[in-house]
């Protein structure tokens, strides 16, 4: 079976300090693809970054980095001099290949306070 | 492009009532989901859809059915509405692409109260 793990149910910093969501799965699965996805109060679903599971370079975007870890089954997300728009709850989600499901997290809620 | 669109955006049943939310992508993918989101739970997956005509159960399909006539729309309904049904529902839909899972898109969600 397939998990996310999202841990920290919810994380307060002070703009401009760096913050790491923390996510774990688990698959059995050799082949599998991992997500990001923000939901600002707004509502709706923004994605932000997919990874495949032979692929573990980390990525930066911007204020944003992944760091993808198979020896321990992490897809940590960083975001870097957080600012009050960052505030959202952010999801992590797993696909195995040749399914068709996607799997989430419980999510994180990140309050960035000025 | 609109993307995912979803109607209505807010919808207050009494228990017992029916209803279909509507979703609609014109992106021109071929699977398309339907969600609920409850606090703490994440996204469930209640049904999805890998083309037109087919439909398939998620991890929490009962008390839904759902149906896909034509490629871009994907209906939602509650045959007879419960207060466990209280819940922001998302659809989103995907491409379908040979040896890889690309990401969901999205709409807005309809927000429905069943009292």
């Known amino acids: 079976a397939q998990k996310v793990t999202q841990a920290q149910t919810e994380i307060s910093v002070v703009e401009k300090e760096d913050v790491t969501l923390d996510c774990v799965y688990e698959?059995?699965?050799?082949?599998?693809?991992l997500f990001w996805y923000k939901q600002p109060p707004s509502g709706e679903l923004v994605f932000l970054i997919r990874?495949?599971?032979?692929?573990?370079q980390n990525e930066i975007s911007g204020r944003y980095s992944w760091n993808f870890q198979k020896s321990t089954s992490s897809f940590n997300f960083t975001i870097t001099a957080s600012q009050v728009v960052d505030s959202a709850v952010y999801f992590c989600a797993l696909s195995v290949y040749n399914t068709d499901k996607l799997i989430f997290g419980t999510g994180t809620r990140l309050q960035v306070f000025p | 492009n609109a993307g995912v669109t979803q109607t209505p955006k807010f919808r207050v049943l009494k228990t017992g009532q029916s209803m279909t939310l509507l979703c609609a992508q014109d992106m021109n993918h071929e699977y398309m989901y339907w969600y609920r989101q409850d606090p703490g739970m994440g996204l469930r997956l209640i049904h999805y859809?890998?083309?037109?005509?087919?439909?398939a159960k998620g991890e929490v399909p009962d008390g839904y059915n759902v149906s896909r006539l034509k490629k871009q729309n994907f209906l939602l309904g509650l045959e007879s509405a419960a207060p466990s049904q209280t819940s922001v529902y998302f659809c989103?839909?995907?491409?379908?692409?040979?040896?890889?899972?690309?990401?969901?898109?999205f709409g807005p969600g309809t927000r429905l109260t069943v009292l």
């Open positions: 859809s890998v083309g037109e005509g087919t439909t």
């Open positions: 990874r495949n599971s032979f692929d573990e």
């Open positions: 698959t059995r699965d050799t082949t599998y693809y």
């Open positions: 989103a839909s995907r491409l379908l692409a040979e040896g890889q899972y690309n990401e969901q898109f």
